[in-house]
């Protein structure tokens, strides 16, 4: 009866822990992207330029980078527990905080406290997940994990979206910041894994040494294609609510709404898809990751220059198979980047990764296609954005020859 028990315990654990990890994912980008639906609104009582805006987002992952190297390399080194506890507490503090701003300057303080709370969570989150379930089944378990983003963000354009329409930008933010509390104090009473317990890949000086890492292939490929990505995706979300209201005569409410429920829903298709079409390619193609994420941003060039400069009948049909082309990399592509190290500097070179991504991507990308809407327009803006998922196609194409030997890896095993 006790063997039975633990048995089942053993089972059930990992994916409690990886429920559990994404209902706080989820959270963290509800309460991200809930003042991208209110923007117009906190522009027009504030008064500042979509410039402005844009450096709001820049602050937030500026502060966000610095912070990662030295989050991961502390849990790498220490309980990743109590960093992920303080980490939650931190963000869902400063959200509920900013709905007492009333100027410029608190709202940007306010990101950069948001930033430092995630980093300390989406530095770890995806390492410990890594504990607990082997290489060929990260494709779907990460692709679970990180539907909270397309789900979390939205809700926070629906969420954002409704509240503020009716009772005013502030509200949201008051709904937003709860949950989080909660989620941390349940996390503290599961059991931290034991580092590397489900790898496979041997540890080899390029995948278990930082000095290793400047020179692994595989991480790079899949870092700086993940980096293009973000820069279009971090782009377009924040100035997407304002095209569709400004360009295509959508109320903002309604064009929150749509956006909202195609998110959700191809967050939950595309990325699961994903996911499991990446699992499934890997049996008989080790570069499958990189295969699907690459195909899948390829794929998604053309229909996305329909969605942005085609009005009328296409323009929606042609947003929600965008969306679903360049979200169902999410699981495939973070497996790809996982699995390029080995449990002794994951949380470090996931660390690196976030600097990078951020760095390349949706740091400079607000601002920039900010500087030219307000210069131009933003149909044009969004030029930037296709080139990138252009440059992103390419880079994981290059990839697919670095890919880790997994079945070589399975047979010495």
Request: proline share 5%.
């Amino acid at each position: 009866m006790v063997y039975s028990r633990h048995r089942m315990a053993r089972k059930t654990y990992p994916l409690a822990t990886l429920a559990l990890l994404t209902a706080i994912n989820f959270v963290n980008y509800i309460d991200r992207s809930v003042l991208f639906a209110v923007q117009p609104l906190v522009q027009a009582e504030f008064k500042f330029s979509d410039t402005q805006y844009g450096l709001l987002t820049t602050s937030f992952f500026i502060f966000y980078m610095a912070a990662a190297p030295f989050i991961g390399m502390a849990a790498d080194r220490y309980s990743r527990k109590w960093i992920v506890f303080a980490g939650i507490f931190l963000w869902s503090g400063a959200t509920l905080l900013t709905a007492v701003a009333h100027d410029y300057t608190t709202l940007l303080i306010r990101h950069t406290v948001v930033a430092i709370g995630e980093c300390s969570y989406a530095t770890i989150a995806p390492a410990l997940l890594a504990d607990l379930f082997p290489e060929e089944r990260r494709g779907r378990m990460l692709a679970f994990f990180f539907l909270a983003i397309p789900v979390g963000t939205a809700m926070g354009y629906i969420l954002g979206g409704y509240l503020g329409h009716h009772y005013g930008w502030r509200t949201p933010f008051y709904v937003a910041a709860l949950p989080g509390f909660l989620f941390a104090l349940i996390f503290l009473f599961l059991p931290e894994p034991d580092r590397g317990s489900s790898d496979h890949l041997s540890a080899t000086p390029d995948r278990a040494t930082l000095r290793g890492l400047t020179h692994n292939g595989a991480f790079w490929t899949a870092t700086l294609g993940m980096a293009m990505m973000t820069f279009a995706l971090g782009g377009i979300s924040v100035f997407l609510p304002k095209f569709l209201s400004q360009y295509r005569g959508m109320s903002l409410d309604h064009a929150n709404l749509l956006l909202g429920v195609s998110i959700g829903a191809n967050g939950i298709v595309a990325t699961l898809f994903g996911g499991w079409l990446g699992d499934r390619l890997l049996r008989r193609r080790g570069s499958a990751y990189y295969l699907v994420s690459a195909a899948g941003m390829a794929l998604g060039i053309p229909v996305m220059a329909v969605a942005l400069y085609v009005a009328g009948p296409p323009m929606m049909p042609a947003i929600v198979v965008a969306e679903f082309l360049l979200l169902m990399n999410t699981g495939p592509l973070n497996a790809a980047v996982v699995n390029s190290v080995s449990a002794p500097i994951r949380s470090s070179a996931i660390g690196v990764n976030l600097i990078v991504i951020h760095l390349l991507g949706d740091a400079f990308s607000p601002p920039l296609m900010g500087y030219i809407s307000d210069r131009s327009s933003l149909p044009m803006a969004f030029i930037a954005a296709i080139v990138a998922i252009a440059l992103s196609a390419g880079v994981l194409f290059y990839g697919m020859r670095y890919a880790p030997r997994l079945h070589a890896a399975r047979a010495e095993t």
